[in-house]
């Protein structure tokens, strides 16, 4: 008796283990986390519409047609039943595209790049309210959070207002990433010289936990943040505090901070470079880098030129033309030098070429 007693006991323990754990992500502060947790509880039920009668099933046709259940209807000729056959197939066709439209239309609706429409499932964005952008970087190992509009930024801590949209743009120093808060949305991958974004908006005030959901190096699982979410008051504050505490994040600052470290403090900046975070995601924030955008640039231009001066010289020789043949090289180093698209435009005796 005591034995079984005991066995209970032991049965009933995972049960003491669950109560400590955290059920946030079907339990958030944001609307689109809460969203994305009701999709999950919907998607979640519908598969059960199928799996527990399965396995109840299965169960029952073990138990019913066991081997010593003489009184089990025996049926060895037995091969075909159209209810049975509408059943297995058309109830699994039914829940596949009751699936498939809930996920479509998740996934346009919860699409990270598309603006708020709303604060929550009662509460429209009130006219005139714009997104406060938050300029998001993964260093190694610990996270940047540059306030463009507030002209401050922090390292390791993130605050914002609370029902007020947040438009975060997200990128990397060197290795993939993921940003994720679970109270206020997915998680959003961070990689170097890209930039991801993610709306967002935060509806209770608190303190929530924010980390790396990616592996990405020795000081991966540190690498984690503490999330205020305040009223717009104690936000206020919180940014006249952080100006008046001083410092500035320079790009020579930047360099020394984005060198792997691991448990970093909280730190906070009352100015920041306005063109940092550009330069982060153009990987030209060290002096004499040329940033990638006006590599891509000019690297367009000549390709747009090579391609100009090819078509030119192909309808010169189809025409027959030498002096059009030698203007060709002429007007290609002149499209190299142009800025925008560039444009030829030859007229000959019988050929005009543009582009």
């Not at 073990?62 to 109830?91: C, F, M, Q």
């Not at 100015?271 to 640039?297: F, R, W």
Request: with cysteine; net charge positive; charged share 20%.
């Amino acid at each position: 008796m005591k034995s079984s007693k005991v066995r209970s006991g032991l049965m009933l323990l995972p049960l003491l283990w669950l109560t400590g754990c955290n059920t946030v992500v079907l339990n958030p502060s944001g609307d689109i986390a809460a969203q994305q947790a009701h999709l999950v509880v919907v998607s979640t039920f519908l598969m059960l519409l199928i799996v527990v009668p399965v396995i109840v099933l299965t169960l029952l046709f073990a138990w019913r047609y066991r081997k010593n259940n003489t009184e089990a209807k025996y049926d060895p000729d037995w091969d075909h039943s159209t209810k049975l056959e509408l059943v297995i197939w058309g109830v699994p066709l039914l829940l596949i595209i009751v699936l498939g439209a809930i996920t479509w239309i998740s996934t346009h609706l919860l699409d990270p790049y598309r603006p708020l429409q709303r604060l929550d499932e009662k509460r429209p964005i009130p006219a005139g309210m714009t997104p406060m952008t938050v300029e998001v970087v993964a260093l190694d190992w610990k996270w940047l959070f540059i306030y463009p509009e507030q002209g401050i930024a922090t390292v390791n801590e993130l605050v914002t207002p609370i029902d007020r949209p947040i438009k975060f743009k997200i990128t990397a120093s060197s290795v993939m990433n993921a940003f994720y808060i679970p109270a206020m949305a997915g998680m959003i991958y961070a990689m170097p010289a890209m930039e991801t974004q993610l709306n967002a908006v935060m509806n209770k005030p608190g303190t929530y936990d924010g980390f790396s959901s990616n592996y990405s190096g020795a000081g991966f699982s540190h690498m984690r943040f503490k999330y205020h979410a305040m009223q717009n008051g104690d936000f206020d504050a919180w940014v006249a505090k952080t100006k008046a505490g001083g410092g500035e994040l320079t790009r020579t600052d930047y360099v020394q901070l984005a060198k792997p470290s691991e448990k970093d403090p909280v730190r906070r900046y009352a100015a920041v470079d306005p063109s940092l975070y550009s330069a982060i995601v153009n990987l030209c924030v060290e002096p004499g880098t040329a940033c990638m955008a006006k590599q891509m640039h000019d690297d367009q231009n000549r390709n747009a030129a090579a391609a100009a001066q090819r078509k030119a010289q192909h309808q010169a020789s189809k025409n027959g033309n030498v002096g059009d043949i030698a203007k060709v090289a002429q007007l290609g180093a002149e499209v190299c030098t142009t800025a925008d698209k560039p444009t030829i435009s030859m007229k000959s005796n019988n050929a005009s070429v543009s582009n």
